[in-house]
């Protein structure tokens, strides 16, 4: 398809709210202030940037948005900007261009000034929390495990105050929360940048945020990286993310279950058992007993659960780093003679504007069922497929009492647009799983390319090093070459390991 027609079709596509911003008056230019990160680049940078908590209010009610960038080191070799879109929802931006910024402009080579933004209620812009009550706050209750057994009941009246206290204490600004909005601020910000195109890398969340702006603004777009996407079913959206991650969970869990089991952990006092079908009966039949009996943690008042170890093993199954304190969590909670120690995150509550933000947004994005009763049916079904997640994919959420409507229909993502999106997919992703990314490439269709990394873990661009798949990516957004067809990158391509325990 040439590309005008393509270009054609996509404005088609666009939303009534859309084309109302796109004659809305264009944003004034950003003032540019250091605000250099701990660890980060020196020459990081801010700027304020303000937005209309609801574009249909265009002179009501605003909020200042936290926008950054990092100018190309090489400006003979810039080309242009390429917008980092974050994961969540609910990442940020600052943080982002602060903890990969370097990374990514050794890789591109000076090609682009680097921006990002923290999106509404994230970091350094503003924003307003629900007020939760800190034990809703905590990652175990924020997430509504089921209780032992399947018993959602306790999730249903936690999760009920929690929407009840959204709708009391948020207001506009937290039902602003959305990807709709995100993707009108980053527009917004384009705008105020001065430029006609952005390129544009996603990870995680971000993928779905910069697919969307993509469709919705093809005519804005050069060249877009999609790093660990899901399913783009727009009648479920993060419904759907959270309930794929109970088979990821099961794919991606062998790769620890090796890792445990290799003789080379025996120098380090982790190794689990000596064969790696023995590390999953473990795991769970430890989270069982935990259930009926938690064990006493350092941290007073704070004992580890059954459901914080389930928890725990979703959170390291992310990435192999994390393998060495979860190894060592499960020998402290199996020895009697120890106390455990809680990981990191776990022993405090999370905070409200970041608690707030992840909630929210999934709730303002789509309309989510309100039957409780298919809850509990959804919960007993899954926990048996799928033991190592015990259900909590698919529990309740505040969503099923959400006081308001989404006020944007998600955006149905297609083929038509620009040939000029490259799809980055490790294999055994536990979050945002291959499959969920295959039928993403599948409504995308000639649109995009995918490269396939054989690897586990949740992101793939200068994460896991896999020379094969970082190549793809970095000649795609610094030459514009693509590969012709979608790619399968081996094993071979991978570093020696084991890696290091993290300190």
């Not at 303000?50 to 080309?79: F, I, K, M, N």
Request: contains cysteine; aromatic residues 6%; glycine residues 8%.
């Amino acid at each position: 398809m040439k590309r005008t027609l393509a270009l054609a079709l996509g404005v088609l596509s666009l939303s009534a709210a859309s084309l109302a911003l796109a004659k809305s008056p264009s944003a004034a230019p950003l003032s540019w202030t250091p605000c250099a990160q701990p660890n980060g680049p020196a020459d990081q940078q801010c700027a304020a940037m303000s937005v209309p908590v609801d574009y249909r209010e265009p002179d009501g009610a605003r909020l200042t948005l936290s926008v950054t960038r990092l100018p190309s080191d090489r400006p003979a070799a810039r080309r242009g900007v390429l917008f980092v879109v974050p994961g969540g929802p609910g990442g940020s931006g600052v943080e982002a261009l602060a903890h990969r910024g370097n990374a990514l402009r050794k890789a591109l080579h000076g090609a682009y000034d680097l921006v990002s933004l923290d999106p509404r209620g994230v970091g350094g812009s503003e924003g307003t929390g629900c007020g939760f009550r800190a034990d809703d706050r905590d990652v175990i209750n924020s997430l509504a495990w089921p209780g032992p057994g399947g018993d959602i009941s306790d999730g249903v009246a936690r999760t009920h105050r929690m929407a009840d206290t959204c709708a009391r204490n948020g207001g506009a600004v937290v039902r602003s929360y959305s990807t709709a909005n995100q993707v009108r601020d980053i527009d917004r910000i384009r705008q105020a940048l001065g430029t006609a195109q952005l390129s544009m890398y996603g990870v995680s969340y971000g993928t779905y945020v910069t697919a969307t702006y993509a469709q919705q603004h093809p005519e804005n777009t050069d060249r877009v990286v999609l790093d660990s996407t899901d399913d783009p079913n727009p009648v479920q959206v993060e419904r759907a993310w959270r309930a794929n991650t109970a088979a990821g969970a099961d794919e991606r869990f062998p790769d620890f279950a090796r890792w445990a089991a290799d003789p080379a952990r025996e120098h380090d006092g982790l190794r689990l058992a000596e064969l790696p079908s023995a590390i999953r009966p473990m795991v769970l039949a430890l989270a069982d007993r935990l259930d009926r009996t938690p064990r006493a943690t350092t941290t007073p008042n704070k004992p580890l659960t059954g459901n914080i170890l389930r928890q725990a093993v979703q959170q390291a199954l992310n990435g192999d780093a994390d393998f060495p304190w979860l190894a060592r969590l499960i020998k402290e909670a199996k020895d009697p003679r120890t106390t455990p120690a809680l990981p990191p995150g776990y022993a405090m509550p999370l905070e409200d504007r970041a608690t707030t933000v992840f909630i929210a947004t999934q709730c303002n994005d789509v309309s989510w069922p309100r039957d409780v009763r298919g809850y509990a049916q959804d919960v007993a079904v899954d926990r048996v497929r799928h033991p190592l997640t015990a259900g909590e994919p698919v529990t309740v959420t505040p969503c099923a009492f959400w006081h308001s409507k989404p006020a944007d229909r998600p955006v149905r993502l297609t083929s038509d647009g620009p040939s000029n999106i490259l799809m980055l997919q490790n294999l055994r992703d536990p979050t945002t799983p291959y499959f969920g990314a295959l039928r993403m490439r599948t409504a995308l269709g000639g649109r995009a390319r995918l490269v396939t990394v054989d690897r586990g873990g949740h992101g793939a661009y200068l994460a896991n090093g896999n020379a094969c798949g970082d190549r793809a990516v970095t000649e795609y957004l610094v030459s514009g070459r693509r590969p012709t067809t979608d790619l399968r990158c081996t094993a071979q391509d991978l570093p020696p390991s084991p890696l290091p325990p993290r300190a």
